[in-house]
């Protein structure tokens, strides 16, 4: 494919996805200005995030540190950038000065670490905590009895700002049943943090069944940048 091409397909892929949040917002009545799409960027170049960028996307996801640094290195701060991938302990500094926002905090030793390392200044930290729905030891996120055990002390770190919940359930077939775990974390976050009102959830093959359910951050890779090489 030509680079022009790609460029063309990254514009119009946006433009579908963004027709996608919007239909399925009007079948949840719901109100557009609800939903935020982070257009998942990993593992692909600058360039494509600059076709997103000037097609107005602004919120960008991404889960390899090394590779988000190089983009954040070339790309600055024009884009606002949300840390999705897993988190190791030796990761948490250059996390907390790099990024805006992250999705995937599972344990309070690394809320702790992100808290800690945050620079004075810079604005708190926006933080959602990671649920393991599917309950799958083999996954990573708070088992739900975990987490409401670190809700204060998580509500103390002062350099973070807890938004909510996220959660990324294994694939399911139907609309029907890839709603369930997305319900389930509603319930979580309506028990737990009545307060809180961001849900993090609905990837490229089931956003419209996260939307149903009170997604107010859908993560859109695939759809918006093409297949990933495997990684
Ligand atoms: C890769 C990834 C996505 C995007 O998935 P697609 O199916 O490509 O839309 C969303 N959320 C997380 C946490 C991811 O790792």
Known sequence: MSAQAKLFDIESRLIEVRHRIATACDAAGRTLDEVNLLAVSKTKPREDLEVALTAGQRHFGENYLQDALNKIGLLGNAPIWHFIGAIQSNKTRAIAENFHWVHTVSSLKIARGLNDQRPEHLPKLKIFLQANI?????????????????????????????????????????????????????????QHLPDHNQLSMGMSGDLEAAILEGATWVRIGTDIFGPRETK
């Open 134 to 190: 599917d309950k799958d030891p083999a996954k990573s996120g708070l088992m739900p009895e975990a987490l409401s055990e670190i809700l204060e002390p998580v509500a103390e770190l002062n350099r973070l700002d807890l938004m909510g919940l996220m959660t990324l359930p294994s694939q399911r077939e139907t609309t029907d049943a890839q709603r369930e775990p997305f319900k389930q974390l509603r319930d979580l976050q309506l």
